[in-house]
């Protein structure tokens, strides 16, 4: 279990023999149902990660397929739970956030589940029918169309419309309804997008997307009501911060309710709310949260406001990217050298970049697991990890919980590998998956792990790391 900081600092001092297996079995609840060890190395979901090493070399990227079908289950699975609890009649539609990972196989394994996707841009669109054209999506799947609308989002959207798609453009603001039925001739439905207001400590205090509380009436009423062409279907209520069990979401929620029960008095053919803005995802070994209540919660607390209303209560649509995709993806470096720069800090240099493989870490401070995938049985010391790049910001500092990174000692003749892991979401898309990287810094081998029916593991290559020539190409040399 978890000992704290002062804790781990004083076991430090006290014994300073201790090996890394001791560190980690005596921080944290150590193995858990994704990490385990076997002879000493790290096993990920059974798989053997120092077997992918010496297979394919390092650094190296990879994405274990068959998490992302499990997260989803595991959802559908809390959500009906849930409606059975509450006796909550109506259904519930599992959504995508295509924006988190687009790449193929994360699109082809989250459909092979039943699924309804979310768009937020025009080239979105044009994934959505390359999919149809595979059959991975039918007619009825929905597809929820967010983002500010404009030129080719609007016509790729009305073009999908004309098609026959079930797709709900959701409005985010006064001008886009009008756009929408300019590039169409046939009725279809609509969502609206509430602009939540955003948490305290935020810069500013309503969201930019969306349309307020106080607005969404009148607009019904005005753009809507009258349009024989639009049928409002979907109010999407989005926060930011995603779904947290604190007094500022419940609160928000609550508002959204007070506006949904407001609309769908005045307008039948509203029957869905969208509670957009996913769940958090693990960034620790110590993390701790109970999905099940809150869905619970949520459903139970719709079906309340509801019910005292005298209204149906509504369809549930949920957007979950980084729970669909986050946790099914991992980095894996090894360490090149150890730079002892005073004498206090030691820098373990990792043969790749954080600024470029995982932005994130750089850009807003977000942390991951990270754990030795070897030499578990050996001593461990303090250290700080810098990357490849010439930048002082390359750098990877602290754990969520202890505000510092132990790791088995380095040893030259020995080499140590690290892996980062639940690193599937957006990594890719902000670090400029293929393009040109900070520093010319080439984009690592990325693999795909699957099970087959047997359940073995089947791993090929995705990606061959980044050359030399593809970059130069790039840069029209």
């Not at 595991?74 to 509450?86: E, I, L, M, T």
């Amino acid at each position: 279990m978890w000992v704290g900081t002062a804790a781990l600092a004083y076991k430090l001092i006290c014994n300073l023999n201790t090996k890394y297996i001791d560190l980690i079995d005596q921080t944290y609840y150590f193995p858990t149902e994704e990490f385990e060890l076997q002879d000493g190395q790290l096993q990920f979901h059974g798989i053997d990660l120092m077997a992918l090493v010496e297979q394919y070399g390092s650094p190296l990227k990879f994405t274990y397929l068959p998490k992302i079908s499990d997260n989803i289950n595991r959802a559908k699975g809390w959500f009906n739970s849930a409606f059975a609890k509450a006796d909550y009649q109506a259904k519930y539609h599992y959504c995508y956030c295509t924006k988190s990972s687009h790449f193929k196989h994360v699109l082809d394994e989250a459909l092979s589940n039943d699924i309804h996707i979310e768009t937020s841009s025009a080239f979105d669109i044009n994934i959505v029918n390359k999919l149809r054209e595979e059959g991975k999506i039918h007619k009825n799947t929905f597809v929820i169309c967010n983002g500010f609308k404009r030129d080719q989002y609007i016509e790729n959207i009305a073009n999908l419309i004309d098609s026959g798609q079930n797709c709900i453009p959701i409005i985010d603001n006064y001008e886009e309804l009008t756009l929408l039925t300019d590039a169409t001739k046939k009725k279809f439905h609509c969502g609206i997008r509430i602009a939540s207001e955003e948490e305290p400590k935020f810069e500013f205090y309503t969201s930019r997307l969306g349309i307020g509380y106080k607005n969404i009436l009148s607009f019904y009423k005005t753009q809507i009501e009258s349009n024989d062409q639009v049928r409002l279907k979907m109010l999407h209520f989005f926060i930011n911060t995603g779904i947290r069990d604190n007094a500022y979401y419940w609160n928000e929620l609550h508002k959204c309710l007070k506006v949904y029960i407001s609309l769908k008095k005045i307008c039948p053919s509203l029957d869905s709310l969208n509670i957009g803005g996913g769940f958090p995802i693990k960034n620790s070994l110590v993390f701790d949260f109970d999905y099940e209540y809150i869905i619970d919660e949520i459903v139970g607390q719709i079906k309340q406001v509801c019910d005292e209303a005298g209204v149906n209560v509504p369809h549930i649509f949920t957007e979950f990217g980084s729970f669909t995709v986050g946790e099914s993806g991992g980095a894996i470096y090894k360490v090149l050298y150890q730079k002892q720069q005073n004498d206090r800090e030691k820098w373990n240099m990792i043969n790749s970049s954080f600024i470029t493989t995982l932005p994130d870490s750089w850009a807003i401070n977000k942390r991951f697991i990270m754990l030795a995938l070897n030499r578990w049985n050996e001593e461990y010391e303090r250290v700080l990890l810098g990357g490849l790049t010439c930048d002082s910001d390359d750098y990877y500092n602290s754990e969520q919980n202890v505000n510092a990174i132990y790791l088995p000692k380095y040893h030259k003749e020995n080499p140590l590998y690290i892996g980062f892991f639940n690193t599937g979401a957006y990594q890719e898309s902000i670090g400029g998956f293929g393009g040109i990287q900070h520093c010319l810094i080439p984009a690592p081998k990325h693999i795909l792990i699957q099970r087959d029916t047997d359940g073995e593991i089947q791993t090929r290559v995705f990606k061959e790391q980044q050359t030399s020539e593809q970059m130069l190409g790039i840069l029209g040399y």
